[in-house]
């Protein structure tokens, strides 16, 4: 029950009350998914058509994006891209689409996408900006806070507060991310 509890508190600190800097699906959704990933992670990447059909499906759904740099250099480049762009630039879904769906295994491939997309030197500064490591970190603390080492990492929960948080490790499908929000939902009806 304790473990549980605390749990609870580090998953509503994090996912909750914090200032999402990528929201995606229903801002005011009643259930609140927070996917913690890394462009470098096949499971992360694996997982992501899943993530986009439950946002098609589930009118409900608000998804939180944190990705982390915890693979490689190329995550750490790759996440500050994708913020930056998420926190200056408004384009960011057009990037995670293309970081999740293509292969960008190096560095260079990395640095050519970004260098098509108009490379400068304000570009470079947004992506080393404190707003932006900010973000990057909060995932990589969440992620800690729950004892956890691998990505993706899923977490589940419903605006009311009803219900436990659900917390899913690794690669998922759609058909068990719909039936942990599923079950959130039905606790949220039964509370009323």
């Given at each position: 029950?304790?473990?549980?509890?605390?749990?609870?508190?580090?998953?509503?600190?994090?996912?909750?009350?914090?200032?999402?800097?990528?929201?995606?699906?229903?801002?005011?959704?009643?259930i609140?998914?927070?996917?913690?990933?890394?462009?470098?992670?096949?499971y992360?990447?694996?997982?992501e058509?899943?993530?986009?059909?439950?946002?098609?499906?589930?009118?409900?759904?608000?998804?939180?994006?944190?990705?982390?740099a915890?693979?490689?250099?190329?995550?750490?480049?790759?996440?500050?891209?994708?913020?930056?762009?998420?926190?200056?630039?408004?384009?960011?879904?057009?990037?995670?689409h293309?970081?999740?769906?293509?292969?960008f295994?190096?560095?260079?491939?990395?640095?050519?996408?970004?260098?098509c997309?108009?490379?400068?030197?304000?570009?470079?500064?947004e992506?080393?900006?404190?707003?932006?490591?900010?973000?990057?970190?909060?995932?990589?603390?969440?992620?800690k806070?729950?004892?956890q080492?691998?990505?993706?990492l899923?977490?589940?929960?419903?605006?009311?507060g009803?219900?436990?948080?659900?917390?899913m490790?690794?690669?998922?499908?759609a058909?068990?991310?719909?039936?942990?929000?599923?079950s959130?939902?039905?606790?949220?009806?039964d509370?009323?």
């Amino acid at each position: 029950m304790k473990k549980q509890w605390c749990l609870t508190l580090i998953i509503l600190l994090f996912c909750c009350t914090s200032e999402a800097a990528i929201v995606i699906g229903n801002p005011k959704g009643s259930i609140t998914l927070t996917e913690v990933y890394d462009y470098q992670c096949g499971y992360c990447r694996a997982s992501e058509d899943s993530v986009e059909q439950l946002i098609n499906q589930q009118d409900g759904l608000r998804v939180r994006l944190l990705p982390v740099a915890i693979i490689n250099s190329q995550s750490v480049v790759q996440a500050a891209y994708a913020m930056s762009r998420a926190l200056y630039h408004h384009d960011f879904n057009e990037v995670h689409h293309d970081f999740m769906f293509e292969n960008f295994s190096d560095m260079t491939s990395i640095h050519d996408y970004i260098e098509c997309r108009g490379m400068s030197a304000s570009i470079m500064r947004e992506m080393q900006s404190k707003k932006v490591k900010a973000e990057i970190l909060e995932g990589e603390t969440l992620m800690k806070s729950l004892h956890q080492h691998e990505t993706p990492l899923f977490i589940l929960q419903s605006a009311s507060g009803t219900k436990s948080p659900v917390v899913m490790v690794g690669q998922q499908n759609a058909q068990t991310l719909s039936m942990a929000i599923e079950s959130l939902q039905e606790n949220t009806s039964d509370a009323r």
